[in-house]
């Protein structure tokens, strides 16, 4: 931001200083009713504080860095209704990161408190900011997670400090605006979705699909701009005789009609096929009403009654939130009416607290929270509290975690009941067996069956809204692999993932002491070299999986005789190309140089000397071959052909062990390869590959071995050649002899 280029923007100091004092006034006023005795002046020593640390900084835009904090406390007060603490963290949550100021500063002027936001917030920057591969962004959202299990407000900042610089991405590359696009509705909009923010859910997915697609963008805008006028109109004779009939009926309301956010009208053109044009429902009709909350639900239902004697209601579609409401809290009748002109119309009927809960969220709730025992307060705690149930998982595969969850943050929700009439929400779908460990994870594990209004049916039973449920548990259960294939909750896979994993840890150190005796009796032991020969001859990711193999018998013991044993070190058996006497007329002795030295290999991005790399023994990679580099864990980097049988089994699961390499041209140094040649048994045809080899290329012959049946041979030949071309050659060559109908490279592990 020091580095910012100052382009459109030009103030004097004079000025700057005004606009920062006019959006501060903004910001009091905003907070108003909030300010008590004494918090005005702690949060003019936070603005203070916050000017000065930031005074030698501006923004890419130019501004001065301050109108930055600023705007976030505005949103943070003014859209989602927090108070002076979170005003007072919002003013101060860059210092930290960015400037001299410490957590203890602001431990010692504000108390600790203050401190621990502020440290919850410069530690999610600290993780979002980082290099952003989808494991490492996975880690980052489950880390977000546990700030907001700790206290909601970091995150309800974090989404606003997102909402700002989201609104000022415009200054920022198009690089950076990608990166922190996709961020965005990768992790903030859904989090914002899920904590109820819909309006700053909306305006994040909004601002996203800006910058990740701008002419799509633009097209749904211009859209929407165009056909305005022919809205109102409809809107109007729309709302009319409602109007009238809430007028006259005596309720206090607010009715208009809203355009849907142009990312959910994007949604419903991809999803369903159609142009802009045709889709139907660009705007839905709102129903504020002012009701005493003795009275909110009774009066939503009159509405509701209202607007259906007016216009024909489609049954499927009403949504009764205000009964039982969604799990995020969110509070409303939604119905779809049949309007003039033959159009679908979607009407959203609230009372003003329920209009506050829908855009501000969590917030609101908390507002609320006094001398109120709405039902909505528990489920809000319960969903917190769920969320550090599954965090507190041991399990840490994160990725599938961040699926799992991210699963859980959209789908439809479902209600249903324990023996003694407690609701439960679970996501539609849900079996169960997820409401089994939904209620405990203890219970989740011992699951046999269940009761479902007092009919027996299997753990997989799907459930309805309003069942009534029964566990039925037995101490000998045990969860299995294919129980994943029925739950549908994060608890539950997450759980049921965690006891797998644990019963393969136990069942693989099982294997691993075997392996350990049988190794011994080869007189090596199981170091990490070894470890890593095994996985790769094995093909095992992990050693986990390995000692696991081996514990269930899918690898065979006997197999590790085939190792060759050098010192305490096992390698990996290379098919040796049998030796047959009678026909064995060349063989060279072995060549002095030694392949897996020099520095014949680029690798990118590190100087070209100086490393050191052994050449993988399992596909013999030359000049010339596509080759990447491995860093094992044992013996440094090695090269494999990207066509090895083990590549894509390293590449899909060590893609972070990966190096590019690439050969340098060089033509002193020798590599021993093979080529595989069959044809008809001829006489002379020993003779004729020789010659070939020796006298016609002047290739170094290592072995030529001949197997022969039926009047058909089979030869392996194994020659020194200095790159890829060479190998080709030979090939050439032997396939112009008579009766030689294949030759083809040697591969040492098929
Ligand atoms: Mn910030």
């Known amino acids: 931001m020091d580095s910012a280029v100052i382009k459109k923007y030009h103030f004097t100091e004079e000025e700057e200083k005004k606009l920062i004092l006019r959006e501060y006034r903004a910001l009091l006023k905003g907070l108003k009713q909030r300010l008590k005795k004494g918090t005005r002046k702690l949060v003019r020593r936070a603005f203070e ?21 600023l705007a976030v406390a505005r949103i943070v007060v003014e859209e989602i209704g927090l108070g002076v603490t979170s005003t007072i963290c919002a003013l101060l949550h860059d210092t930290v990161e960015d400037t001299e100021i410490t957590l203890e500063d602001i431990e010692q002027e504000f108390g600790k408190n203050y401190a621990k936001i502020i440290d919850g917030l410069t530690k999610i920057s600290h993780v979002v900011d980082l290099k952003s591969d989808t494991t490492e962004q996975a880690e980052n959202f ?13 995150i309800l900042i974090k989404l606003a400090d997102r909402l700002h610089n989201m609104r000022t991405l415009d200054s920022m590359t198009r690089e950076k605006q990608l990166k922190v696009s996709s961020e965005t509705s990768y992790i903030y909009a859904p989090l914002a979705h899920r904590l109820g923010l819909y309006e700053i859910k909306s305006e994040l997915e909004d601002l996203a699909l800006k910058y990740t697609q701008p002419e799509v963008y633009a097209e749904i805008a211009q859209g929407l701009k165009e056909t305005k006028r022919e809205r109102s109109k409809y ?28 990312h959910s009208i994007w949604n419903k ?27 909110e639900k009774e009066d939503c239902w009159k509405v509701y009654s209202i607007v259906t004697n007016n216009y024909h209601p489609s049954i499927e579609r009403l949504r009764d939130w205000v009964s039982v409401p969604k799990g995020n809290g969110y509070e409303a009748l939604h119905t779809t009416v049949m309007g003039p002109a033959g159009k679908w119309v979607e009407v959203q009927i609230r009372t003003k607290r329920m209009n506050e809960i829908a855009e501000k969220g969590l917030a609101a709730h908390w507002k609320y929270k006094e001398g109120n025992t709405n039902p909505q307060e528990s489920k809000l705690d319960a969903w917190l509290q769920h969320l550090r149930d599954i965090l507190s ?17 959209f ?53 309805n809204s309003g069942d009534q449920l029964e566990i039925i548990s037995s101490s000998k259960q045990k969860p299995s692999e294919d129980w994943l294939s029925f739950v549908t909750t994060a608890k539950a896979k997450s759980r049921i993932k965690y006891y797998l994993k644990e019963e393969k840890r136990k069942k693989a150190e099982l294997g691993k002491e075997t392996l350990i005796r049988k190794l011994n009796n080869l007189g090596v032991s199981l170091t990490p070299h070894n470890i890593n020969e095994l996985c790769l001859y094995f093909k095992k990711p992990s050693s986990l999986d390995l000692f696991y193999a081996f514990s269930v018998g899918a690898i065979d013991i006997k197999e590790l005789k085939e190792f060759a044993v050098h010192g305490d070190k096992l390698s990996q058996p290379i098919r040796e190309v049998k030796l047959d006497t009678k026909l064995l007329v060349h063989e060279e002795d072995v060549i002095k140089q030694k392949p897996s030295k020099g520095a014949e290999l680029i690798i990118f991005g590190e100087s070209s000397d100086n490393i050191k790399y052994k050449l993988a023994q399992c596909c013999q990679p030359i000049p010339g071959d596509d080759v990447f580099g491995f860093v094992t864990s044992g013996e440094g980097l090695k090269i494999h052909r990207t066509d090895c049988p083990n590549a894509s089994q390293l590449l899909a699961n060590f893609g972070h062990r ?18 595989k040649i069959i044809g008809l048994d001829d006489v002379g045809v020993i003779q004729k590959i020789t010659n070939i080899i020796s006298g016609v290329l002047k290739m170094n012959m290592r072995s030529l071995s001949i197997e022969s049946k039926d ?9 020194y050649v200095h790159d890829r071309d060479e190998l080709d050659d030979l090939c050439t060559e032997l396939l112009k002899l008579n009766g030689i109908s294949k030759v083809e490279r040697l591969e040492v592990q098929e």
Request: with cysteine.
């Open 49 to 69: 504080i916050s000017v000065d640390a930031h005074k030698e900084m501006r923004r890419k835009s130019g501004e001065p860095y301050i109108m930055h904090p």
């Open 142 to 154: 489950r880390k977000i997670l546990l700030t907001l299990a700790e206290d909601p407000r970091v």
């Open 235 to 262: 809107i109007n004779e729309f709302i009319k005789p409602i109007k009238d009939e809430l007028q006259n009926a005596g309720f206090e309301f607010d009715i208009y009609g809203r355009p849907k956010a142009i």
């Open 269 to 295: 053109m991809r999803t369903k096929h159609v142009t802009f044009d045709e889709v139907f429902d660009l705007f839905a009709i709102r129903i504020i009403l002012d009701s005493p909350s003795e009275k």
């Open 393 to 409: 998982s041991p399990d840490s595969d994160t990725l599938d975690f961040l699926q799992d969850f991210k699963l859980d943050l």
């Open 411 to 463: 789908t439809e929700e479902i209600y249903v009941y324990t023996p003694t009439g407690e609701m439960r929400v679970l996501p539609k779908n849900a079996t169960a067996l997820d409401f089994a460990f939904d209620i405990h994870s203890e219970l989740g594990a011992r699951c046999i069956g269940a009761k479902v209004n007092h009919k027996l049916v299997p753990i997989s039973h799907l459930l």
């Open 658 to 675: 990966v190096v590019k390499t690439k050969w340098a041209k060089n033509k002193e140094i020798s590599f021993l390869s093979g080529v």
């Open 711 to 719: 009047g058909v041979f089979e030869g392996d030949i194994m020659v």
